[in-house]
């Protein structure tokens, strides 16, 4: 599925972005990023509106100049080698147009003919693999004006991959997708990754890009914040609060005053059989609470704990920048 260039070698990441600064006059859209993909991942990119994603992407993509810095895609540096790093790179912009008065094998066909994906006969077959590729087989005579939104992107994504690209850069993919459409969309880019594409995928909803991906990082302000697991941005974002709800059989005011004397433990309240409060510590601290309790000679029938959504750290980083 993917690119028939010269393959990098496997230490090679597919994006490897040093330093990169992009200005819009005296506005700064990206600051100084430095980040680097893996091959063979989901990596996403997450921030608010204004966090530098799509600037990101359109130097990925070679559609501007950056002010300063580096970017290589599968080791080919996108500045000096130009046209090697668009038969390595598929772009998918946020809300790609697609003509109404096409069907969509017309629609693939005429972008493979772009390409110069061969014959007519083998566009034909490329066509056929990549609408497969997207689980889309069925609509290949369908108009493309007929198409629901999940099918336009998912065309659009087919679009994408006619050329075999190393590396996809998909900006907001998911944008106004129904559940069953975003479910449809991860599973083609895993099956993508498995094939041996990097794709890179952006939005503004941390918790999609967590289902979607395998790794990702968070930008405000044109600045890296985090990178990593889903788990380790939480870390790294500074998120290790979490609500914990202890469920007992008796002697919930002796649960509760206990707990209220151990470091990490505040705004605690009583719900009938449940003592629920708010927890700062780590892991060990959290199972260090269940021996306590139990020790106590409490009688505790259930723990849970709910960490903060990934919204509301996202929710935390778009209100920080309304701070004056």
Sequence with gaps: MISNLSPATAETPAIDIRDLR??????????????????????????????????????????????????????????????????????????????SDLKVWEFLDFHAAAYGLGTKSQRRERV?????????????????????????????????????????????????LDPLARRDLRQALRRLADNGATVFVSSHILSELAEMCSSLCVMNKGRLLASGTAEQVRQQLGSTERTLTATLLGKQENAAAWLQSQPGVHRLHLAGEQVIFDFTGSDEAQ????????????????????????????????????RP
């Design 128 to 176: 056929a693999e990549c609408l497969e590729e997207v689980a889309l087989t069925d609509q290949r005579n369908s108009w493309c004006k007929a198409l629901s939104r999940g099918q336009t992107q998912r065309v659009v994504l087919a679009k994408t991959l006619l050329h075999r690209p190393r590396v996809m850069i998909l900006d907001e993919p998911a944008s106004g």
């Design 287 to 322: 199972a260090g609470l269940m021996e306590g309790l139990i020790a106590q000679g409490l009688r505790l029938r259930a723990f849970e704990e709910k960490r903060s959504s990934f919204e509301d750290i996202l929710v935390e980083v778009a209100e920080s920048n309304r």
């Design 22 to 99: 992009v200005d819009y006059g005296d506005f700064v859209a990206v600051n100084d990023l430095t980040l680097t993909v893996p091959r063979g991942e989901v990596f996403g990119l997450v921030g608010p509106n204004g966090a530098g994603k799509t600037s990101t992407f359109r130097v990925l993509t070679t559609l501007m100049e950056p002010t300063y810095g580096d970017v290589f895609l599968d080791g080919v540096d996108i500045l000096e080698d130009i046209e090697s790093a668009r038969r390595i790179v598929g772009y998918m912009p946020d809300l790609a147009p697609v003509p």
